[in-house]
């Protein structure tokens, strides 16, 4: 791997690390797997590029991006909670409605922000050169974002969202509406989902409706190894975890990539399949490991 | 202070698994009453506490709770003024969070919960001093978390947590009932207390007979989704284990009473 596709790497891990601590939310902390994110990655994307075309702050697309994302999210959390719809289905619902609105949002399965303004101009401006201002940018995003959530799971509110995903009867018998606080929660997570496709979208000057595919299992793949490697056994320790995760995550595929076998190497197109085999090895591996053990 | 009015609770109605777990059920509980309740497995003892509670809804009757009607009302509504506490120690407690934080969440029983810092130092000399009460030595254990603490200490902490901000109704079904024995008598000791001090008006289900009798002011035994006796004041003090099984015989057709009651 070349120092530029490292760098390239951890850029990405970086930005889509956003996207993780959204799925942390939802799948670890909440036990509410959620695969509206493949739908409102693109839809983050979707909204930033088309408000940057009609001459909207990048900064200022981004709280929309944010918005969109998070009432898409709470879509899905509605229709468990209140329609009793599995939390599963539920999530898919909502993400194949996204392809239609993302489409119709953009006027057509792309948009290209070539010459637009974005969030990087004013560190490009400043004389970084642009494959450090992604990073740079990135992580200041990736890191407030980091703060803000553990910051938040330690306020009485955030105290409540744990405790709904850690024990929901006892949380309702402490009088908490845990219908209310998992639309909230889901809404949170698909929210900083979708502030992670803007953030993508800027980067790559174009949103595409079919960028979202993958987003759950790349999301969960991260979570898994940032757990693996550096531990969860405090919220803020786990939420810093699945960023490096996310990191670590895109060196591995970036390697795997750059990997030959004689004529074969992978392509990106492998890049599902890879991660799909990743999170099946990730997940079944405890259940060997405990059945070994208790031999 | 409670009042429960004509009311019935079917499970799966209109099935083959149709149950009548509450029949016709009317009762009216004074402020400050501790009514210990029996009867067989699946009389409906938890159904008829789970009612008050808003678990689910009834079929029919009405339940008003301290002048108001909560028979609509969901569960987490309910919880301002109700508090419970399960028989499966798991239930009551977060284990992943810590014994502070399980003790933060319980301070904010039915109160607004907002951004301010879910566990607050001002708190901790008041945390520590009622687990101190416990005698478990939790008070030093505050970082703890829950998920380390045995079934016993777990339960003594929800009793705890159901009473720290005081109830107008305490519901406790078998709550000692997975515990060993020296543990359960810890758990009644520390009940009778919180509930003495606090005045509150609690329902305790028991499969335990003579707890029945030696707890509370007022006994009621429910078969069949039916309140079949309901003993109060120099009555109750009287009752022995033969008259409550006497009791069972006279009122319920059946020939049999279940190893669950003998044993008890
Ligand atoms: N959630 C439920 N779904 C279906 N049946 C239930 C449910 N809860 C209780 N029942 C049935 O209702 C009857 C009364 O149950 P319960 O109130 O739990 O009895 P117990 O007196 O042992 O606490 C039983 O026949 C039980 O099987
Ligand atoms: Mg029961």
Redo the contacts between chains.
Sequence with gaps: MTVYAALGAVEQGLVYGIMVIGVYLTFRILDFPDLTVDGSLPLGASISAVAITNGINPYYSLMFALLGGFVAGMITAILNTKFKILHLLASILTMIALYSINIRIMGGPNIALLGSATVFDAVIAWGIPGQYAGILIFAVFALAVTGFIVW?L???????I??TG??P??????????HMVIILGVGLSNGLVALSGALIAQNQGAADVGMGIGTIIAGLASVIIGETIFGDNNIARAFVAALLGSIVYRLAIALALGLEFGGFSFSPSDLNLITAVLVVIALIAPNIKKKVVAR | MISLDNCSKYFHKGSVNEVFALNSISIDIDEGDFISIIGSNGAGKSTLLNSI?GVFMLDSGTINVGNRDVTTW????R??FI??V?QDPL???????TIE?NM???K????W???????KAKDRPMFQEKLKMLGLGLENRLQDRVGLLSGGQRQALTML?ATMVRPEVLLLDEHIAALDPKTANQILRLTEEIVGEQELTTLMITHNMKHAIEFGNRLIMLHQGRIISDVAGEEKKSLTVNDLLQKFYDSSEEELVTDAMLLA
Excluded: H, W
């Design positions: 938040f330690k306020t009485e509110l955030g105290m409540a744990l405790a850690d024990n009867r006892m949380i309702t018998s402490l009088g908490v509406n845990t | 509670a969901p569960e987490y509504k919880a301002k508090s419970r399960f239930l009551g407690t977060c284990p992943s969070a934080q933060a969440l319980a904010k029983r039915g109160q919960r907002g951004f301010s810092r879910g566990v947590m």
